[in-house]
């Protein structure tokens, strides 16, 4: 995950229904959530807030339902307040003032605010106050599912009793929570204190036809060598089969035992102290495209991990703004792919212990026969997929002319259409991590009241090369939300793509950081894991550009 979140528990009692007095009535609140077209009931999130700040929490009525509150608070301003609710009538009991209703669920509806009032009853009177009903229609904007894409966001800390409840709720189709975590390098994840209690099976669990969670996943994220306080970084695991027994280090055995069982292993985050060392050794296969550190509300962590390099030309440590920390990302993600590490993208909230909603980043993967876990996993390690904070981004399979006309340059031809909430401010068409043209968003308004931008470009190339699409939707408050496609890779024999030499530089002192660093502090098996990950970044750097 990350550091741990500061928690000031006597902001948080501040921000929470406070103790009522005598003097104070409550008046029953009860609701109903439901598609504003079929009028069907809805699972959804829900915040209520009173206009002096006050949060509040609401409870199903329905002997079958479900209401969890998730309460994670970072500051006065940062901080996630909400209730998933199964698809049935809440209540709750509210003291008299002004509240704002919010209710979202995942990324295809339209979120809805509602303003209400909560009359306090005549001081003349004992009679209880009236109580008030809410009516809370969603309007959905687009429909993936129809389409044949899924999403899912595959590094989540929730319980697995809580999961039928929110997988709903968010519309996520498929999470991986990791039911087992180890912090320390002496401690491995099958033994951890803080691993989830209980024995959950080594398939997939079916919520319902198009939902699902897998109850075999692991995250190594290191902060302690042994009783010495020494952060090296996290990697993921996810769709395992057997509990991993060995420690951190050495990471061979990690990674050997993950791939033989069908596991996909993940970076986590790219400014972990070790994480260009362990992409050569383990073989990873996942980038967190969007990550943990991405929230609904404010962006708040901006001191975190290895500063970015000066050629990336971002502020400070590369993470003073939100904008600062996706720009860091991606750019490592286009120096690691040209480098020849075919990082499949993924998405990830951390739900459980960060102030964000499950899937509020998620990645979407096509199955075009339709919705199984397995054809989900298969298609998110295949790279049919795209990531998404807000828009979705569907480009087809670009098209390829290497036998042009006379006088005329190989070609890619790509197309596609990406459909947003709001307007889009931008969609850019990258070649090798290069923004080689920039198409203006249509913003075509529907029906739905959303907005589709269709797009198709010619891209000029010259070897071997990737292509992915990008696109991003302006928010206020200079707040942004973004969707990026996958790449697909074109190989031209005899040209090689190469990667810049400032890049793997880069890379490489990196990983000589790291020796250095943990010289006489990690085993020297793990040690020399180390030292043969600077190798091939050696062996990469003779050949770079």
């Not at 998620?362 to 828009?391: H, I, N």
């Not at 890049?503 to 990690?522: K, L, M, P, S, Y």
């Amino acid at each position: 995950m990350f550091t741990r979140l500061v928690t000031s528990t006597i902001a948080l009692i501040s921000l929470l229904a406070p103790p009522l007095s005598a003097a104070d009535a409550l008046v029953t609140v009860t609701g109903e959530i439901f598609d504003a077209t079929s009028g069907a009931p809805l699972p959804a999130r829900l915040y209520l807030q009173r206009d002096d700040g006050k949060w509040f929490f609401a409870k199903s009525t329905a002997t079958n339902g479900s209401a969890i509150r998730y309460e994670k608070f970072r500051s006065a301003t940062v901080s996630e307040m909400h209730t998933t609710l199964s698809a049935h009538r809440f209540i709750a009991e509210l003291p008299a003032g002004r509240y704002t209703a919010i209710v979202e669920r995942g990324k295809e509806y339209f979120p809805l605010t509602n303003q209400f009032t909560v009359a306090a009853p005549p001081a003349t009177t004992a009679a209880p106050a009236p109580p008030l009903s809410l009516r809370l229609p969603l309007r959905r904007w687009v429909d993936m599912a129809s389409r044949g894409w899924f999403s899912g966001d595959t590094h989540v800390h929730r319980a697995p009793a809580d999961l039928p409840n929110v997988l709903l709720a968010e519309d996520v189709n498929v999470t991986h929570p990791m039911v087992h975590w180890t912090t320390v390098s002496t401690i491995a994840p099958a033994n951890s204190p803080q691993n989830m209690k209980g024995d959950f099976g080594d398939r997939p669990v079916s919520i319902d036809a198009t939902h699902a969670w897998h109850p075999r996943n692991t995250e190594y994220e290191i902060f302690k060598v042994g009783a010495k306080p020494h952060t090296l970084g996290a990697v993921v695991i996810i769709n395992h089969k057997t509990p991993f027994t060995q420690l951190a280090l050495p990471l061979g055995p990690i990674a050997r035992q993950a791939h033989a069982e069908g596991a996909l292993l993940d970076m986590e985050k790219h400014s972990w102290p070790w994480s260009f060392v362990i992409l050569p050794v383990m073989g990873l296969d996942l980038f967190e495209l969007s990550n943990n550190h991405v929230w609904r509300t404010d962006y708040a962590v901006r001191s975190f991990g290895v500063p970015a390099p000066p050629w990336m030309k971002l502020a400070g440590g590369g993470g003073e703004t939100e904008r600062d920390w996706v720009s860091y990302n991606l750019q490592t993600w286009y120096a690691l792919l040209n480098c020849g590490f075919r990082l499949r993208p993924t998405a990830s909230t951390g739900n459980g212990v960060h102030p964000v909603p499950l899937g509020f980043s998620r990645v979407y993967v096509q199955c075009p026969e339709g919705f199984t876990y397995d054809a989900w996993m298969k298609g998110l390690g295949e790279g049919r997929s795209f990531v998404t904070t807000g828009p979705m981004l569907l480009a087809k399979v670009p098209t390829l002319n290497v036998n042009p006309g006379r006088g005329a340059k190989p070609t890619l031809r790509v197309t596609g259409e990406a459909h947003s909430e709001q307007r889009l401010a931008s969609l850019e068409i990258l070649l090798n991590g290069e923004v080689v043209q920039r198409v203006t968003p249509a913003n075509q308004p529907q029906p739905s009241g959303a907005f589709t931008s269709a797009f198709t470009a010619d891209v000029e190339f010259t070897g071997s090369c990737w292509l992915a699409v990008r696109c991003f939707e302006n928010r206020p408050g200079d707040r942004f939300r973004f969707a990026h496609t996958a790449p697909w890779w074109f190989e031209i024999e005899g040209r090689p793509l190469r990667p810049k030499r400032e890049h793997v530089d880069w890379f490489v002192a990196r990983t000589e950081e790291e020796i250095r660093r943990n010289t006489g502090v990690i085993p020297e098996e793990g040690l020399a894991e180390f030292k043969a990950a600077l190798a091939a970044w050696q062996e990469i750097q003779a050949r770079a550009r």
